[in-house]
């Protein structure tokens, strides 16, 4: 088993991160999909192994916290045999694919997915964070999501954008992969200790000129919580799921399979929204605008307790809430409305802002910060 890797790594299943509560270990389903045996064994693991929950992470990927350092090697056998698992843990730490969910077998989307992890082994060495979005849909869904090098749509074809620019360069299917690789080795060249993703690295080496001649299509809307033509929108306050929650809605409404999203939101293939508390079901449900971290026990780095707050403040909060238990910021790295971060078993406020700047209040207790968030801005 490779060593547990201390807080500050990207954590994945065959090198997890040590948190207070044990191993995070993330598992990164294909194409953001989970079948419903794959899921279903997902969950029972959660339950044997860690606390029972999944969170969903921004990058559509799913975590199991609290795993016993002795356990690692079983959840990682298990892993596999659901297929769950690279068995190269290389190419593991490189899949860092972001795939936009409603693809359909055979289309564009889900042949150049399969084609990109056909081909990690011919990516380049990249910081852990640097990612791909695939996000060629009708128009794109995940503007707002971390990734570095993104497949779009321009309105006469397939684009390969750098995250940052404003346009990119038209590409075919079958030139997408060499297109895409020649940009990694472009980034690759010109990361540094202090600019290690695409944006940072492009506020000093500008892109050739050639790589910027076409714009995207506007984004899509935000996807709205609900029915969708092919299934149902379910979300996760937090992004955290409770297995048991989640199997119980499977296996009732005897899904196929499920889709993970970076919106801390499940795509029930074929579903229906489900009558289950442990899931938002209402579009306009305020947990659904509150990002908030695991805080205190959980994190070492937290003083302060979080979610509890998070849900009591939910429904006075105009606007987005990010409640984190250090000036990190982990649950959101944006900015938000209001932020609240955690110091010394208090909290310090900073509007419009994110966790790691600069505070207008300090030393908040919980009662002072709903005094605080209800007020009008």
């Not at 297929?83 to 795939?99: F, K, S, Y």
Request: with cysteine; proline share 9%; aromatic share 4%.
């Amino acid at each position: 088993m490779s060593a547990p890797m201390v807080k500050g790594w990207c954590p994945g299943a065959h090198r997890p991160m040590m948190a207070a509560d044990g191993l995070v270990v993330r598992i990164r389903p294909h194409l953001a999909r989970l079948s419903a045996a794959q899921a279903l064994g997902l969950c029972d693991l959660a339950l044997r192994f860690g606390h029972g929950y999944l969170d969903l992470t921004s990058r559509a990927n799913l975590q199991i916290r609290g795993v016993a350092e002795g356990d690692h090697a079983a959840l990682l056998q298990a892993l596999g045999a659901l297929h769950l698992l690279d068995a190269d843990p290389a190419l593991e730490a490189r899949r860092n694919i972001l795939v936009a969910p409603f693809w359909r077998e055979g289309d564009v989307l889900h042949r150049l997915a399969q084609a990109l992890t056909a081909r990690l082994g011919d990516l380049p060495e990249l910081p852990a964070k640097v990612g791909f979005a695939l996000d060629c849909g009708p128009r794109a869904l995940l503007t707002g999501d971390s990734a570095d090098i993104r497949i779009e749509r321009a309105a006469s074809g397939l684009i390969l954008r750098a995250d940052g620019a404003s346009a990119g360069c038209a590409i075919a299917e079958g030139t997408a992969l060499p297109a895409l690789i020649e940009m990694a080795d472009w980034l690759a060249a010109r990361i540094t200790p202090e600019r290690r993703r695409m944006a940072h690295v492009l506020s000093g080496a500008p892109l050739p000129e050639r790589w910027c001649d076409m714009p995207p299509l506007p984004p899509a809307p935000p996807p709205l919580i609900g029915a969708q033509s092919d299934g149902a929108l379910v979300g996760a306050p937090f992004g955290h799921v409770d297995a048991a929650a989640l199997a119980r809605v499977i296996r009732a409404q005897a899904l196929a399979a499920i889709r993970v999203t970076p919106w801390r939101m499940l795509f029930l293939e074929g579903g229906t929204p489900p009558q289950d508390p442990a899931f938002v079901t209402d579009p306009h449900d305020p947990l659904m605008r509150v990002d908030a971290c695991p805080g205190a026990p959980f994190c070492p780095s937290a003083s302060v307790e979080t979610r509890a707050l998070a849900r009591r403040l939910a429904p006075f909060a105009r606007g987005t809430l990010h409640v984190s238990g250090c000036a990190k910021g982990c649950a959101r790295p944006r900015a938000a409305d209001v932020t609240l971060i955690g110091r010394e078993g208090r909290f310090d406020l900073r509007r419009h802002g994110a966790a790691g700047d600069t505070p207008g209040r300090y030393a908040l207790s919980p009662d002072d910060i709903l005094a605080e968030v209800s007020r009008t801005p």
